[in-house]
Nanobody
Framework: QVQLVESGGGLVQPGGSLRLSCVAS????????VEWYRRAPGKERELVAR????GSTDSVVGRFTISRDAAKNTVALQMNDLKFEDTAVYYC??????????????????WGRGTQVTVSS
């Protein structure tokens, strides 16, 4: 059981920068990885960046960088040189692994509610 809250979205001009934050609460030790996804109107949801518990990072969009502040239970997405096609709702997701009272392992994903990013001149 993990709750995620995104913030930092808004309106930005092309070429500008924006920093999104995802704050997690609940069963933090169950989190194995955190991802940022985005979905534009009429398009499929796509992965943009990921960070694992061990600190490994991957960014599908080269202009974006994912990082974490473990002390604050926060993962950030730094978005630079924003373009019109970056306009989307951005979602934070956590990949969880935990055990039931009978010892059965459970894997699941928790989602935040999303934050809107709009790139416009």
């Amino acid at each position: 059981q993990v709750q995620l809250v995104e913030s930092g979205g808004g309106l930005v001009q092309p070429g500008g920068s924006l920093r999104l934050s995802c704050v997690a609460s609940g069963n933090i030790p169950s989190i194995n990885a955190v991802e940022w996804y985005r979905r534009a109107p009429g398009k499929e949801r796509e992965l943009v960046a990921r960070i694992t518990r061990g600190g490994s990072t991957d960014s599908v969009v080269g202009r974006f960088t994912i990082s974490r502040d473990a002390a604050k239970n926060t993962v950030a997405l730094q978005m630079n040189d924003l373009k019109f096609e970056d306009t989307a709702v951005y979602y934070c997701a956590a990949d969880l692994m935990y055990y039931t009272p009978t010892g059965e392992p459970v894997a699941e994903r928790s989602w935040g509610r999303g934050t809107q990013v709009t790139v416009s001149s």
